[in-house]
């Protein structure tokens, strides 16, 4: 079963910051939280993942609670093309290495 | 540097007959995952291999269902005596050889069995 748990579905319009939550109260000290995405049945896409610290790459960044039970997806000037299902995912590092999928965000962009 | 490619996109079959699903590993990348998703719901992983080795097969059904990663050539997923269930997307990831690396995944193959 998935370890996080995220909202069905979000709206965001065109050119604003999406901010995706994600609730990993469970989440112990060697995990990791990944995310990744599915645009319209197409094969997920990895977008970045962290530990504690904050996270940024050219797609997005990555924000961590101080006691890591939540974290938040950042996309800072959505596009249409942006439109998806976001995935939360928790993964540990002692040799599972998996991937959980839950239900995840379905994220539309509004033009 | 190439993806990881899936082929065929699109299979289809009839109740009963085999379908094998193939999938070519990014260059240099020596571990190979595989999940199923069926229609409306989200991705289940099925097996996970390394060259020549099946390391972790908990999600496989136990029946009809193998994998194989040989030293040379393409992961192939088979299916045999497949039945309606199996309609889905499969999806192919590989990451490179140590542990807790990033999994890409493929764009996926399409199963339909009339």
């Known amino acids: 079963d998935a370890k996080t748990t995220q909202p069905p579905s979000m709206d965001c319009a065109e050119g604003r910051a999406a901010n995706l939550p994600c609730n990993h109260s469970?989440?112990?000290?060697?995990?990791?939280v990944y995310w990744y995405r599915q645009i319209h049945s197409q094969g997920p896409q990895y977008i970045i993942h962290?530990?504690?610290n904050n996270e940024t790459n050219e797609m997005a960044s990555l924000i961590i609670t101080e006691d890591r039970k939540s974290s938040t997806l950042i996309l800072p000037h959505a596009t249409l093309r942006d439109t998806a299902v976001y995935y939360c995912?928790?993964?540990?590092?002692?040799?599972?290495?998996?991937?959980?999928f839950g239900t995840g965000t379905r994220l539309t962009i509004i033009p | 540097n190439a993806g990881v490619m899936q082929n065929p996109r699109h299979l289809v079959r009839r109740r009963g007959q085999e379908a094998r699903l193939r999938c070519s590993p990014m260059?240099?990348?020596?571990?190979v995952y595989w999940y199923r998703q069926l229609p409306e719901e989200g991705l289940k992983f099925m097996v996970y291999?390394?060259?020549?080795?099946?390391?972790?097969e908990s999600g496989m059904p136990k029946e009809r269902f193998s994998a194989e990663f040989p030293k040379e050539g393409p992961s192939i997923l088979r299916i045999q005596q497949v039945v309606r269930g199996d309609s889905a997307a499969y999806f192919c990831?590989?990451?490179?050889?140590?542990?807790?690396?990033?999994?890409?995944f493929g764009p996926g193959t399409r199963l339909t069995v009339l």
């Open positions: 990831a590989s990451s490179p050889s140590q542990m807790m690396d990033t999994q890409y």
């Open positions: 469970t989440i112990s000290g060697n995990e990791y």
């Open positions: 962290g530990l504690k």
């Open positions: 995912i928790v993964r540990d590092n002692f040799g599972n290495e998996k991937l959980t």
């Open positions: 260059k240099g990348h020596s571990h």
């Open positions: 291999l390394q060259k020549e080795n099946i390391i972790d």
